[in-house]
């Protein structure tokens, strides 16, 4: 069974599926979000990136960390 969160605006209630991403990094799938709602994410300075969790890079910026499908991407700088 599928894990869910549940967000509560006011008297209304829906269900958020949780996914799980190639870091296995949980994030909630707010696709329906806006339809439901009327509210949308903020999230200013771009710092939580949303993307679909199989098919994305994983960046971690403080950390240096870049990988595509759970392989490395490393910049063609840092060869020289």
Known sequence: MAEVAKLRINDREIDLSIRVGTEDERGLDISKLRA????ITL????VTPARPPAASPFL????GILRYRGYPVRSHRAAL
């Open 36 to 39: 439901e709602t009327g509210c």
């Open 43 to 46: 999230d200013e300075g771009y």
């Open 60 to 63: 971690d910026g403080e950390k």
